[in-house]
């Protein structure tokens, strides 16, 4: 029933490992996107795709890929995992209204 | 540098009172503005929003005000509830390098707690 779904929700791992989160949404939007929470809490988008394209790739490492096979779903594969990834990762999709803006419950990723 | 400020990382309020959340922003490319509502281990929930061409939006409980000359609005919750008690972000579609119009940039919200 959920309508964006992220998983997992909890991830921890060691630094240098290779790692992916998988979102999923079932609204029929067009667009989804990646955004980070940081320890300031600060949301800040990271990537948004529109019907499998990318349209939005903001100031991120390039450890970051991210994936849409479909466009109910985008993936984000994070290589050689830093200390400074550690942060919940949050999933969102929207069609042409803003107000339509679902997030994901988030990913806590903690890397050691 | 933040656009979309939210200086009050926390807000306690009664059971019952009016709560007032305040968000100011700096680029005045803005034109459109929305709150959502987070609990813990959840995602922000969209709550409401208001356009740069109106001064207010109501929607039950909640009211958006938006002094554009200030560059400032305010979320207004009355009467406050407990289940209110959450963390409350502002946004505003744009404000960043990559291009696109449906990327939010956010404040750094503000935890609303009502206090029974």
């Known amino acids: 029933d959920t309508a964006v779904s992220q998983t997992p929700k909890y991830l921890v791992t060691q630094m240098g490992n290779d790692k992916s989160i998988k979102c999923e949404q079932n609204?029929?939007?067009?667009?989804m996107y990646w955004y980070k929470q940081d320890s300031k809490k600060f949301l800040k988008i990271m990537f948004s795709y529109n019907n499998k394209e990318l349209i939005i790739n903001e100031t991120v490492p390039n450890r970051f890929s991210p994936k849409s096979p479909d466009k109910a779903h985008l993936n984000l594969h994070i290589n050689s995992l830093e200390l400074g990834d550690s942060a919940v990762y949050f999933c969102a999709s929207s069609q042409v209204t803003l107000d339509g803006y679902t997030f994901g419950s988030g990913t806590r990723l903690t890397v050691v | 540098d933040q656009q979309v400020k939210q200086n009050s990382p926390s807000l306690s309020v009664q059971e019952g009172r009016i709560s007032i959340l305040n968000c100011d922003y700096t680029n005045s490319m803005f034109d459109y503005f929305l709150w959502y509502k987070k609990y813990p281990a959840e995602g922000p929930t969209f709550l409401i929003s208001?356009?740069?061409?109106?001064d207010k939006n109501e929607d039950g409980r909640f009211t958006v005000f938006l002094n554009k000359s200030a560059k400032h609005l305010s979320l207004h919750i009355v009467p406050s509830q407990p289940g209110d008690s959450a963390v409350y972000f502002c946004?505003?579609?744009?404000?960043?390098?990559?291009?696109?119009?449906?990327?939010?940039?956010f404040g750094k919200g503000t935890h609303l707690i009502i206090q029974p």
């Open positions: 208001i356009s740069s061409i109106k």
């Open positions: 946004a505003a579609p744009g404000g960043y390098s990559g291009g696109g119009a449906d990327g939010l940039t």
């Open positions: 609204l029929g939007h067009d667009t």
